[in-house]
């Protein structure tokens, strides 16, 4: 992990890095070891990256209001990594789609799964160096949404460090299998009058998870119109699980 560079402000140390070619932040307490911590990764929407304000102002508010670490990593084709041909028209295809408010074509479900097989080994890479690093990783819990959803499925299902998740704003056929292996506590965020994700796709995802603790939030409200009261009660399920598993 080789850190490009590092600024402060209110508390908070932002930190950019790349490991093996994928840039990533890692935020943490301004002068406090990553150790004993727990740590969040925080995964972007499709067309999004790892500095999005969203991203950020959560990653600050888990550090300034929990103590916590947090990372995100630019999905490939996203943010500051080279994107191929695939990765420009599902750039396009998913803007025209949110714009319009029509549901994802297959062909955008079947290369988020791409992505997703590509960016899973990328996050466990993270945990394996930060591990290596950190004498004692704190709990780890994940935060994604959209297409950050459709990587964290699998790897949560796949990375046994993790011990809680926040998933929603997805629900393809595709993510069944994956999903069913995902036995962490789940805050899963549904938008009911969601264009991008079909209402069905969404409570079908929702019901193949195999967590034995699963929630279902569900509002009114387009693909991009999540309140800001679901936001703050997955940060408080996010701080209580990985609170309680220190």
Request: hydrophobic share 45%.
């Amino acid at each position: 992990m080789h850190f490009t560079s590092e600024s402060s402000a209110d508390g908070v140390t932002q930190r950019s890095f790349t490991l093996d070619g994928v840039p990533g932040v890692l935020w943490h307490p301004d002068g406090s070891p990553l150790g004993g911590r727990p740590l969040v990764l925080l995964g972007h929407g499709g067309g999004q990256h790892k500095l999005g304000p969203g991203v950020v102002a959560r990653a600050r508010r888990c550090v300034r209001r929990h103590g916590f670490a947090a990372v995100a990593l630019d999905a490939p084709g996203h943010g500051e990594r080279a994107r191929s041909a695939q990765d420009e028209r599902f750039a396009t295809e998913i803007g025209e789609l949110i714009a319009a408010g029509r549901p994802i074509s297959a062909w955008v479900a079947r290369h988020t799964a791409v992505l997703a097989e590509r960016a899973v080994p990328e996050w466990v890479a993270v945990l394996d160096v930060l591990g290596g690093q950190v004498e004692d990783l704190g709990p780890v819990g994940y935060w994604g949404l959209s297409l950050g959803s459709v990587i964290g499925i699998p790897l949560v299902a796949a990375e046994p460090r993790i011990a809680v998740a926040v998933f929603g704003l997805t629900g393809h056929a595709s993510q069944t299998e994956a999903a069913g292996r995902v036995g962490v506590p789940v805050e899963f965020l549904l938008q009911w009058d969601d264009g991008l994700v079909p209402r069905e796709g969404a409570l079908a995802l929702f019901g193949a998870l195999g967590s034995r603790e699963k929630t279902l939030h569900a509002n009114p409200g387009g693909h991009l119109e999540v309140p800001e009261l679901e936001l703050a009660s997955c940060e408080r399920f996010l701080a209580r699980h990985l609170i309680r598993a220190q």
